[in-house]
């Protein structure tokens, strides 16, 4: 059974760093693209970033610059470390995984099958 695990949320003054960390079982890791997306009350769910299984990578416009998703292929673990946060990323953080083309890095919650529970991150100013 295919399961994604987030971790590493929490509650951090504006300006601030936190990595969020999603370990992923049940199927071979490294063949799926992988993807972080968001959630506020009320909104969307929408892209934050990307990865393809060669590790080219796409970020929302909202936080190029700020944070940077990698992968584990070894430890089946995706990550996001996120720096310079602001008030606005405030969000339930969501890993996701998909089996369609491994090279393309969409950024729609449409595309891909597979979710975990959520971490809340919480930046106050």
């Known amino acids: 059974q295919v399961q994604l695990v987030e971790s590493g949320g929490g509650s951090v003054q504006a300006g601030g760093s936190l990595r969020l960390s999603c370990l992923v079982s049940?199927?071979?890791?490294?063949?799926?693209?992988m993807g972080w997306f968001r959630q506020c009350p009320g909104k969307e769910r929408e892209g934050v970033a990307g990865?393809?299984?060669?590790?080219?990578?796409a970020y929302a416009s909202s936080v190029k610059g700020r944070f940077t998703i990698s992968r584990d292929n070894d430890k089946n673990t995706l990550y996001l470390q996120m720096n310079s946060l602001k008030t606005e990323d405030t969000a339930v953080y969501y890993c996701?995984?998909?089996?369609?083309?491994?090279?393309?890095?969409?950024?729609?919650?449409?595309?891909?099958?597979?979710w975990g529970r959520g971490t809340q991150v919480t930046v106050s100013s």
């Open positions: 996701a995984a998909s089996a369609g083309n491994p090279l393309w890095i969409p950024l729609s919650k449409n595309q891909y099958e597979t």
């Open positions: 049940g199927y071979t890791y490294s063949r799926y693209r």
């Open positions: 990865i393809a299984t060669d590790g080219r990578t």
